[in-house]
């Protein structure tokens, strides 16, 4: 089993910057990939950026230029930096993880709690 546990979140206005954390633990070593996903009220789900092991990184377009993914395979941790923020991006962000590339774009195995991101206009 895998835990994931965020942090980071908060409230911000827009245009501003938040950095959002994620800390992987427990069977760990099954971990390929690492990610991001959000959820607005009344939305469905979306990835936002996923990160493999490898290096291989995907963005969501409406995040794509603002947003940076990273990842330090030593401690698995994955880091979202988010800048040039808006009131759109308003959501429950959620780390993912999975041992497969494949599934972290479709549906992860893992996932932590949830933080709060919140962008005033």
């Known amino acids: 089993q895998v835990q994931l546990v965020e942090s980071g979140g908060g409230l911000v206005q827009a245009g501003g910057s938040l950095r959002l954390s994620c800390a992987a633990s427990?069977?760990?070593?099954?971990?390929?990939?690492m990610g991001w996903y959000r959820q607005a009220p009344g939305e469905q789900r979306e990835l936002v950026a996923v990160?493999?092991?490898?290096?291989?990184?995907h963005y969501a377009d409406s995040v794509k230029g603002r947003f940076t993914i990273s990842r330090d395979n030593a401690k698995i941790t994955v880091n979202l930096d988010m800048n040039s923020l808006k009131p759109e991006d308003t959501a429950v962000y959620y780390c993912?993880?999975?041992?497969?590339?494949?599934?972290?774009?479709?549906?992860?195995?893992?996932w932590g709690q949830g933080t709060q991101v919140t962008v005033s206009s």
């Open positions: 993912a993880a999975d041992r497969l590339w494949t599934k972290i774009t479709r549906n992860p195995d893992y």
């Open positions: 427990g069977s760990i070593f099954s971990i390929d990939a």
């Open positions: 990160i493999s092991a490898g290096g291989i990184i």
